[in-house]
């Protein structure tokens, strides 16, 4: 076409990256369609060329598939409830687990300090709060991140040694993984609290509904989580912020262990009340099921699936299928946004904090929205936000789960293997929605919302990946 044809027909212009010159062609009312282009890995070269080692290697696609096929044939399992020290690995009297990467007592948010005070005086290691405080700072307790033992913990994640945990596990590979029992709302030891009426309801949890769940687990052989989690995301939850659908599913799984006549029916009857009481309950085994899921994947090499995502108030984490078990990639913890219960604003939330993000990682939580329109009325947003994030998510995956439908977008199989290769390239961070605590412990949940993880986890584990797979 010559130039005097070009300009006297009509341009279609299409504008790219910087929305400044499309807003000066719409002030002269021309149409314009805006891309929202960035260059990947922000434009910084050492990281393209790390990026691109890893994008054409394709033995990292092999190694993907490998570990998304784990990761989506792993069969988690409900198999027992027992106290921490006797079932999780490297647990002592005097070991603390916490949610999120490693981090030392003084460096840790109020919630979390506050929720392992709460425990050392469950323990009976202190009886006061400021007992508590001097002995955490004393040098004397271990602390270790839940993922480092095969656990994981909503909000705090605090698991003490006597506190009873869920064993899940996955029977597809062998592995267990575990997680306290969910304590319902208000003033609970995830967010801080650590008042009597807290430390009642532990001891409530440890000794009269642990050995009456531990005896109907028996009676049933197991609670098949997997096939739960399936059914709950075609009822409206995600399984992360709304388990309403699940709590109920296993209430009704269980019941007529319940009401066997080998079980006391007095206790039997005050437990089942407090799981009704508590659509949350499920999410204390949706984690340790996503947990258990994911640790099948890891390992893999040459892998760049992310198989941990967690944050502990000060930092966020990952970890990758490829690199070492103890590899943490981090960055600084974002701060949600969402919606602030009555009362309070977003000055009083803590940043990002807990293990939860564990099921995102798997591709339910956030990546499974689409599932769960009534989610947004909790967290922010609109029904069609919702189903924008679950869509995204497949832009940064490597597959597709079927066993997790999501009805929404015709039962489309939920977005799984989140790849580092991907976020950096695409710039789309995963999804995560959650609660949010107040930054001072002992207030309790303040409000929920959407929060994306820092981009510099990615970054750091791709120059890593790339690094280490070419020495390999």
Sequence with gaps: MSEQNLFGSELHILNVGTPLFQKEIARQQVPCLHVDWKPAAGGDPVLIDALDRLLEDPEVDEANRIAAEKIKNAHPVLVDIDQAIRVIPGMTPKTILHAGPPIAYKDMCG????????????????????????????????????????????MAGIIS??????????????????????????????????????????????????????????????????????????????????????????????????????????????????????????????????????????????????????????????????????????????MVEGLMFPGFDESDAAPDLGDSAITETTGIGGFAMAAAPSIVQFVGGSVSDALTYSTQMYDITTSENPSYSLPPLDFRGAATGIDVRKVLASGILPVINTGMAHKEAGVGQVGAGIVHPPVLCFEKAVAACADAYEKG
């Design 111 to 154: 919630p979390m300090r506050g929720a392992i005070m709460g425990a050392l005086m469950y323990e009976g290691l202190a009886a006061t709060a400021e007992e508590a405080d001097a002995l955490a700072a004393s040098g004397e307790i271990t602390f270790s991140p839940c993922h480092e033992h095969h656990a994981v913990g909503p």
């Design 161 to 334: 040694p006597s506190m009873p945990v869920h064993v899940v596990k996955n029977v597809t590979d062998g592995n267990c993984s575990y997680a306290t029992v969910n304590e319902g709302l208000g003033k609970v030891l995830r967010f801080g609290a650590n008042s009597p009426e807290v430390l009642d309801r532990l001891r409530y949890i440890q000794n009269e509904f642990m050995p009456v769940l531990k005896q109907v687990i028996a009676l049933a052989g197991g609670v098949d989580l997997k096939n739960l989690t399936a059914q709950a995301l075609n009822m409206g939850d995600e399984c992360h912020n709304r388990n309403k659908a699940a709590t109920a599913l296993l209430i009704r799984d269980l019941l007529p262990y319940f009401l066997d006549d080998s079980i006391d029916q007095a206790a039997a009857k005050k437990a089942l009340a407090f799981m009704r009481g508590n659509e949350h309950y499920f999410l204390n085994l949706s984690m340790p099921a996503c947990k258990s899921m994911l640790e099948a994947a890891h390992g893999v090499p040459k892998s760049t699936v992310v198989t941990v995502m967690a944050r502990n108030g000060v930092e966020f984490g990952i970890k990758v299928s490829g690199m070492p078990a103890d590899m943490w990639f981090t960055g600084p913890a974002q």
